[in-house]
């Protein structure tokens, strides 16, 4: 059974203030890794997909990483209207369906 | 953009009645999902189709049926709410492989 793991759940930063989300993941023969936001009242909006070891993408202040075990969602120099909670799912196998996290709850502050 | 509409924002119903979600998607997807999202429990899959008349039991589907008339369309009903199914809804379609989701917007469902 597929397990996927975020941490921390919830995160405060002041606006400039670089940080990290992470997600581990357990699942036999990963097939894509995706990153999330989801805003209050909404439906999740994607981000990224990651698909190997060593792998990077970017947008705008985010650039989501993956190793073997887990994925990193790196916030660069964030802004308030990057709060959000980001989730993190996984595929594997032959399914389309995707595994998720419980998400991030960020908050960015002035 | 692709879009997935869900009919209801809000939704609030008594318990023992069946209730109805639809979510209609434009961009001819192969594959729908229901999900439901609760505080701490993140998203869990409760049915997913990968074609027309065709469905599948996702990890919590007591409680729920489905329907798949018309590729477009995929509809979650609850035979008889409970008010442990006070919940998010969420329904997203994906045209299959190794692409993501596209997720509606949610209806947020009271069931009293």
């Known amino acids: 059974e597929d397990q996927v793991t975020q941490s921390p759940e919830a995160l405060r930063l002041q606006e400039g203030e670089s940080s990290s989300l992470n997600c581990s993941y357990t699942?036999?023969?990963?097939?894509?890794l995706f990153w999330y936001r989801q805003d209050p009242g909404k439906g999740p909006e994607f981000l990224f997909t990651?698909?190997?070891a060593g792998e990077e993408k970017e947008k705008e202040r985010l650039k989501a990483t993956l190793t073997k075990k887990e994925s990193f969602l790196h916030i660069t120099a964030p802004k308030p209207e990057d709060s959000a909670t980001y989730l993190c799912?996984?595929?594997?196998?032959?399914?389309?369906?995707?595994?998720f996290g419980t998400g991030t709850r960020l908050q960015v502050t002035l | 953009d692709v879009k997935v509409t869900q009919s209801s924002r809000y939704l609030v119903k008594r318990t023992g009645e069946k209730v109805f979600l639809e979510c209609v998607q434009d961009?001819?997807?192969?594959?729908m999902f229901w999900y439901r999202q609760d505080p701490g429990l993140g998203l869990r899959l409760i049915y997913f189709?990968?074609?027309?008349?065709?469905?599948e039991k996702g990890d919590i589907p007591e409680g729920y049926s489905v329907s798949r008339e018309k590729k477009e369309r995929f509809s979650l009903i609850l035979e008889s709410a409970s008010t442990n199914q006070t919940s998010m809804y969420l329904c997203a379609s994906s045209v299959g492989g190794d692409y993501g989701y596209t997720f509606g917007s949610g209806t947020r469902l009271t069931v009293v």
């Open positions: 189709s990968y074609d027309v008349k065709m469905k």
């Open positions: 799912a996984v595929r594997s196998g032959t399914a389309s369906k995707l595994t």
């Open positions: 990651l698909y190997s």
């Open positions: 961009m001819d997807h192969e594959n």
């Open positions: 699942v036999s023969g990963l097939r894509g």
